[in-house]
Every structure is written in C-alpha cells, then in structure tokens.
C-alpha cells in the first residue's frame, strides 16, 4: 500500500512540475523527438529487423557453434552463452535478452551474460559516439565486459561441453522443417517495430522527465543519464572533457531507469532478477572507470 501511494505521490510531483516547467518541457520533448525521428529511429531499426531475421534462421546457433571454440577456454561457456555475448556485442540492448525471453529459467551463466555483455546498441555507438571518439569508448566497453565475466567465473568449477556438429545439423534441421518464411518475415516485422515503439516511447517519457530536472550544475547529464542515456550521452560527448568523458561511460554504461524498465518488461515470465542486474552493471561501471584512468586517462 505505502508503495502505491509513493507512486501517486511521484507522478503528482511529475505533474505540478510539468505545468511549471511546461515551455522548457516541450521544447526538450520536441528536440527528444527530432533525435529519434533524425538518428535513432533511422539507424537502429533496420539493424533490429536484419538482426531478428539472422536469429530466425538459425545464425546466432552457427555462430555459438563456431565462437564456442574461442569463448569456451576463454570464459568457460557453452556454445548458447557463446551467441549471446556476440549479440550483446554486435547488437547491444535489447537482443541477448529477446533471445531468452521464451525461456522460463535461465542460468546464472545466461543471466551474467545478459547483464554484463550489453551496451547501448552498436549503430548508435558507430553513428552517434565514435565520431567524437574513435573506437575507444567500444574497445574499453568490450575489454571491461571480458575482464568482470571472467572474474565473476573463476570460481566456477563447472564443467562445460561442446556442441557438436552433427547436434547443430540435427537444430538447424528441425528448425528449417518447421519454418514458413512469409510468416516468419511478418513476425519479424512486426516485433521489431514494436520494440522501437516501446524504445521510443521509453525515450520520449524519461526525456520528458529529464526536462522537469533543473539545470543546477555540469553534473545535470549525469542525473539526466540515470533516467534515459540517448540525450545527455550526444552533450557529453560533444564536451570532450574529461569529466564529461567519465560521466559519458556512466551514462552509456548504466542506461538508464529506462533500460531496467524496457529489459523488465522482456524478461518478465523469466526468472531473471533486475537487482542482480543493477549490481553487475554498477560493476562493470567500476571495472571500466578503473580501466579508462588506467589505458586512457
């Protein structure tokens, strides 16, 4: 009961602000807007499209299959977890976890996975980051996500086995037997728009909130990276400074309530934990910071 009228009491706040603050409000929401419609709608949705058509017929099990031989002796994981850390880094949030969302229980190996390997996605790191940054920002993400898992796994005594081929034929198999190819495309279709309907929406709504924010110190991108990344992550890279550079892996890092909400919301019927999320994102932010002063700064 006390959290429900925390709630009311939250979004009436929201609501007195908003008409205080209702020219400032519009015009942040209009510009969230044009950043959507100009840059993050163009860029990310063909790749969730092309992404979600390559997961249909069968190229992340392949690519688990092939990457099994090099993320097994490195990170003692199976050709499963193998694919989901290449989507996490090929394709950032939300895919490694639309690829175990079906699944009732995952493992605590999977669910590192999905908590550790997961950026902001890589076109919006490409169009929107390396431009300003070179490649640093990515390389360091990826180093820092291979340094925390391999930490995490060093007490982790279990033993982990290869696919093997013959098994990924027999998957690939019955996978392809059952497929309808115009069925699949419209499903495809379909789903990834309304995944960049709810990023959107989710963008739109903490932008929204962000304007209620007053303007009270430099800091500002930061409290306004905690409820949305997109936004005060296109400030903070333009600044170049460096501060603004160790607020930018913090935003990009975190997310954002947003991220939580939207991932959430996926992994729903599973038994997914959002705390434990939260804590391997705090210390993959730490691992980075650390390995930025180090390498970088």
């Keep these: 009961m006390k959290k429900y009228i925390f709630i009311l009491f939250l979004f ?44 249909e017929l069968g190229g992340f099990d392949v690519l688990g299959y092939i990457f099994q031989f090099i993320f097994k002796p490195l990170l003692n994981i199976d050709y499963k977890c193998s694919y989901l850390v290449l989507a996490g880094l090929i394709s950032g949030y939300p895919l490694p976890s639309l690829l175990l969302s079906n699944e009732s229980k995952i493992t605590k190996k ?9 950026f902001p996605s890589f076109s919006f790191l490409l169009t929107q980051i390396v431009p300003y940054t070179g ?25 982990v086995e290869y696919l093997h081929f013959s ?22 279709i379909i789903n990834s728009v ?15 909130i962000c304007a209620l924010l007053p303007q009270i110190s430099r800091f500002t991108p930061l409290l306004q990276g905690l409820l949305e990344f997109s936004r005060p992550s296109l400030k903070l890279v333009v600044e170049g400074s ?4 160790i607020i930018l892996i913090i935003v990009l890092l975190f997310g954002g309530l947003s991220i939580f909400m939207q991932n959430s919301a996926i992994m729903v019927n599973t038994n997914f934990s ?6 391997y994102r705090l210390m993959l932010i730490g691992v980075t910071l650390l390995l930025s002063i180090l390498i970088f700064f």
Excluded: G
């Design 110 to 118: 999977e669910e590192q996975i999905i908590s550790i390997f997961v």
């Design 167 to 188: 098994t990924l034929k027999e998957l690939l198999k019955m996978r392809y037997n059952k497929i309808n190819f115009s069925m699949m495309y419209r499903k495809v």
């Design 12 to 55: 009436s706040l929201i609501l007195v602000l908003m008409f205080i603050r209702y020219p400032l409000v519009i015009n942040d929401v209009k510009k969230s807007i044009d950043v959507l419609l100009n840059s993050f709608i163009p860029s990310l949705l063909p790749y969730i499209i092309v992404i979600s058509l390559f997961k």
């Design 242 to 245: 460096f501060v603004s550079n």
């Design 194 to 208: 309304i995944n960049m309907v709810v990023i959107s929406a989710n963008v739109v709504i903490f932008s929204f």
């Design 135 to 159: 490649f640093k920002i990515i390389s360091l993400f990826i180093i820092s996500s291979f340094v925390l898992y391999f930490l995490l796994s060093l007490k982790d005594k279990e033993k």
């Design 274 to 279: 959002v705390k434990r999320y939260m804590r």
